[in-house]
């Protein structure tokens, strides 16, 4: 059974036709293992072509190259005629992409999931309602268009994710073992929507698969073994290779029969727990000559066609786990989607910017939805405000409580603008875990642009829960004053940037999110104590004011502060004296540019790591 009804696709000649993928020289080496070991593929634009071995062959890897998600050792690869090495941008844009594993973000709706990958690949605005609709029918799951992807089962996800990779219309659909620990009733309706999508749309297929039914389906199959094709070609190709069929016998002396199979029949016999089995060329034929020379008693006698597994064994000299589906069941087609065409826009700066809005949103979509994770980093500088405020002031008995608590300010709002901002960084984390980082990075866009989007999206989350704390600022004497509030809200937003874009950079470096959480929690608390929040650098020893001016959180602090003394009627100046170099007190906008060029600077070292992120 083929994908496509009619002949199958033929392979590009040279010069013909552009292949829809061209591979030569792929090799990907992991510390100790070659996961790829020189592969050369070529395929023709319309047709389905399996990758098929087993477990750790290097089927994933090679998808990942192709898709540019890993970097080659070695090799050089073409995504409809684009170089993944010199423009992978235009390479992922003819790109649909089924990964092994779920990158649903389950924290969106399924019509979020597809909005969202709809601006990521710049699907024209004014079609992408009408295409959301349309694929979510074309997989059966309008009902379950606003429901959150986390309620939903295994199969829904499987659906949701191949309407996904059809969103923008690809040209080359990659789907990554599409039925993997899926039931046989979901298998096959998995099966029946990629058989419709294949009628009705031209898209190339690159399946990879260690189930044998799935890969019978495709037009083209190579056969991969430890990193290397050992055969390649259409499945009745590669079985006329073999030319001879398979016998099986079950009897009362396996031995017995075997020797008289190899001393009468000369042929070789392979033996096992369940009898014994051996190639002969015309099965059907030889069985009954054998049976009626047997004189002990046959349980089981069986004659088969050779299998794709009998490729395999015949080319790797072992054979391939199949705990595969049944042939996937016919059944009508779900209704048909519009007519084929891309569905993506040509790139640039807009669509960068659709892009990094659309990281953007999500978080702050997060953000509103973690109700309880907002209350919870509000706690922290509200007990820094009240406790610490008042407890400490209590030491100073030459300074009033609410002077010292409006002192504490500024570091209050740090503090509070901490939390969330560094959380961006955890969250890349915690995406790469999920898979959903997988999806962005297959995405048309530089990846510059994601991350941008994700530092924009922490940094305004961040502001925006350290601005509440604006609003009961008046309880400790705060003036209301519209300059000062709007002042202080750019100063909070640098600040809250500053931060966000070092913890995307301290996560650049780290791959577990729990390590990450154990790493700010060593930097933080040292960041925060040496800011000069709690207590002036004036009261510091001179080697820990000293540590306090290289911290930048410090300039961050007296900016602020400064800009609140400046509104207060009578500011104690032992405890708002500005911080000072030598005899000199830099001006705010001097402390503000080192800020910004602090983060500027971590924004190009997390930038150019996490481009190179393999
Ligand atoms: N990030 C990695 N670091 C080190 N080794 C890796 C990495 N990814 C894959 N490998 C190794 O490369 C080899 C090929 O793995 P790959 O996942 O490509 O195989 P596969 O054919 O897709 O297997 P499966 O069917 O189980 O998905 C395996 O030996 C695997 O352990």
Known sequence: ??????????????????PAIRATGLRKRYPGVDA???IDLSIAPGESFGFLGPNGAGKTTTIAMLCTLAVPTAGRIEIA?????TDPVAARRRIGLLFQETTLDNELTAAENLRFHADLYDVPQPRVPARIEETLR????TGSRDRLVRTFSGGMRRRLEIARALLHRPQILFLDEPTIGLDPHTRAEVWRYLRHVCEHEAVTLFLTTHYLEEAEQCDRIAILDEGRIVAQGSPAELKSVLGADRVDLRTGDDAAAARLVRERLGLAVTEGPRGLSFQAPDGTRVLPRLLAELDVPVYEAKVTQPTLDDVFLHHTGHRIRDDGPAAPPEAPP??????????TGTGGLRAELRAM???WRREMLHFARDRTGAAISMSQPLLFLFILGVGLAGLMPDVSGPAYQLFLFSGVLVTAAQGPAVAAGASILWDRQG???REMLAGPVNRSTLLIGKCLGGATVATCQAALLLSVAGLIGLPYDAGLLALLLAELALTALA????GVLLATFIRRPQTFGTALTVLMAPLVFLSGSMFPLSAMPTWMAGLALANPLTYAVDAMRRTIAAYLPDPPARLFQPLQWGGWHPPVIFEWALIAGITLLALAVATRRFSRTD
């Open 81 to 85: 005629g684009h170089d993944t090495r």
């Open 357 to 359: 809005r659309m990281v």
């Open 138 to 141: 074309l997989v059966g799951l």
């Open 435 to 437: 898979g959903f980082l």
């Open 499 to 502: 931060m966000t874009v070092l």
């Open 1 to 18: 059974m083929s994908l496509r009804p009619g002949p199958s696709a033929a392979p590009a000649g040279p010069g013909l036709v552009t």
């Open 36 to 38: 790829v070991d020189g």
């Open 334 to 343: 779900p209704p048909s989607p519009a007519p084929a065409g891309p569905d």
